[in-house]
């Protein structure tokens, strides 16, 4: 999530429900200036989000005496990643299915661009089909929507599945040198960068079967549009419950997000196509 959200909160959090702040970008009004003149300043004002920390995911899990004895392997400590990757996987699908309802209309489908409307990004029952020939006009497509939102250009980014992903490494950009950035390999999902985007590829966005193939939801933007607020409140270590003997680990990940600036992010309907 921090790559494409606001994680700069103000508050603690201590439990589910509590309330954090986050403060957005203010807005500085230009003026025209005549020489001689006398000039005027203004204070400006950072809006304060208010995001309630309103979900959480638990877990409870430990390991008899025996096994722990028997075997070489500490599964403790492993169970211990696989529960964090896990939540990481269940949070980061939530959020990113949770977007594109909350997006601005003219972010998305077939005639977005709040200045133009001459951009197809796909619609239900007529998604747009992505190929290696032409993945790169719709990146594109969605920098151009973005610029029609005066959307900073700095820090924007675009999620696509592992499919779409490979159509962009096999397209005219697979040189690691032309998507800005010196290495070929993969990091943290990380690709590149193509047109101002941060490029990055997920399995977790939100996919569907539409006249029978399998379309995805690919999410584009500025971190600006989405906040997001998480803390690990509860870490107990439980030797010897009454009822077993044995160690056991129950742990509380509470969270929560909001989009805040719905312009600022959209979404391309995409059929990715190998040839």
Not at 45 to 57: A, D, H, Q, R, T
Not at 64 to 85: C, F, G, H, P, R
Not at 169 to 181: L, P, T
Not at 227 to 237: H, I, K, P, V
Request: hydrophobic share 35%; glycine share 8%; with cysteine.
């Amino acid at each position: 999530m921090p790559h494409i959200s606001n994680t700069d909160y103000e508050g603690e959090i201590r439990n589910f429900g509590d309330k954090v702040y986050i403060r957005t970008r203010g807005s500085v009004t230009i003026k025209k200036y005549q020489k001689g003149q006398k000039i005027d300043y203004e204070r400006v004002e950072s809006p304060v989000v208010e995001l309630e920390i309103n979900k959480g995911n638990y877990w409870y899990y430990g390991i008899d005496d025996v096994d722990k004895y028997q075997s070489d392997i500490d599964l403790m400590n492993q169970w211990a990643e696989d529960a964090t990757e896990q939540e990481k996987t269940i949070v980061d699908t939530e959020v990113l299915a949770d977007i594109k309802s909350q997006v601005a209309t003219i972010n998305k489908g077939t005639a977005a661009g709040r200045v133009s409307a001459a951009y197809n990004l796909g619609t239900s029952g007529s998604p747009v089909e992505l190929t290696e020939s032409n993945i790169i006009k719709y990146i594109l497509f969605a920098g151009g929507v973005l610029d029609e939102q005066n959307i900073p250009e700095t820090d924007r980014y675009m999620v696509m599945p592992s499919l779409a992903a490979v159509l962009l490494k096999a397209s005219d950009i697979k040189d690691a040198s032309m998507m800005g950035d010196g290495k070929s390999t993969l990091r943290n999902g990380r690709i590149g960068m193509v047109d101002r985007f941060t490029i990055y590829s997920s399995n977790l966005l939100p996919k569907t079967s539409d006249g029978g193939s399998t379309c995805w939801d690919i999410i584009f933007g500025h971190p600006c549009g989405l906040t997001f607020a998480s803390q690990f409140t509860e870490l107990d270590y439980i030797e010897h419950p009454e009822t077993t003997f044995g160690k056991f680990v129950k742990g509380l990940h509470v969270y929560g997000y909001k989009v805040v600036k719905s312009d600022a992010i959209g979404v391309v309907y995409a059929k990715p196509v190998l040839t």
